[in-house]
């Protein structure tokens, strides 16, 4: 079954920090993966996609094949990052639907 | 460019009352629409999914449906609403050939 998994509800950190936020998935294919961030009083968007392999507002995410994993990354987290992170995937071969993780709120901490 | 309209806002309905919520893109063709329900730890929920007009396929068993009667119209519904309906709906489209899916700004529905 197609699943994602997001261990952490809450993950509070100080400004200048490190911030790991975990995602685990669960597809038989090849998926693609993404990250969703809604901050306060703003729609649900679009952070980074692992096919583009970028860094955007200096989160990175890998996807890692053998542990099933896509974890987001930041070296030193700013208080602006505060905001509810979600992991999706989506599936291979004309898939059409996007599963979601059950999101990770990010408080980063002056 | 592409927009992304999902009206009301906020709507607050007693229990036994129907339902209509309405989402309609702007400024693409034959898009991928979605129907998701985000609710405190529980996440995005997938409801809905329609990719042409009157396809759709439902995720999960529940008191509601959804309708694509024109290409860029996605339309939720209940004929009675429970208590168990609150929530916060979420709209979303996806272009053929796109691979990230754009969100709407989302119904805070409270069923009294």
């Known amino acids: 079954a197609q699943r994602v998994t997001q261990p952490e509800k809450l993950l509070s950190v100080f400004k200048g920090a490190p911030v790991e936020l975990k995602c685990n998935y669960s597809y038989s294919g090849s998926p693609e993966l993404f990250w969703y961030v809604q901050y306060s009083r703003q729609r649900l968007q679009l952070l980074l996609r692992h096919i583009s392999r970028e860094s955007i507002k200096g989160f990175t995410a890998d996807l890692n094949k053998g542990e099933t994993s896509f974890h987001l990354k930041k070296p030193f987290a700013q208080e602006e990052d505060s905001a509810m992170y979600y992991c999706?995937?989506?599936?291979?071969?004309?898939?059409?639907?996007?599963?979601f993780g059950t999101g990770t709120r990010l408080k980063v901490l002056a | 460019s592409q927009t992304i309209h999902q009206w009301p806002a906020t709507l607050v309905q007693p229990v036994g009352s129907p339902l209509s919520l309405e989402c309609t893109v702007e400024?693409?063709?034959?898009?991928?629409l979605y129907w998701y329900r985000q609710a405190a730890g529980r996440g995005l929920q997938l409801l809905f999914y329609s990719v042409g007009i009157g396809q759709i396929s439902s995720e999960v068993p529940q008191n509601l449906s959804a309708s694509r009667p024109q290409d860029r119209q996605f339309i939720l519904s209940s004929k009675k609403l429970l208590l168990s309906d609150s929530g916060f709906y979420l709209c979303a489209w996806r272009g053929q050939g796109d691979t990230e899916a754009f969100f709407g700004q989302g119904t805070r529905l409270t069923v009294v």
């Open positions: 999706a995937l989506r599936g291979s071969g004309g898939t059409y639907k996007y599963i």
């Open positions: 400024g693409t063709s034959n898009p991928n």
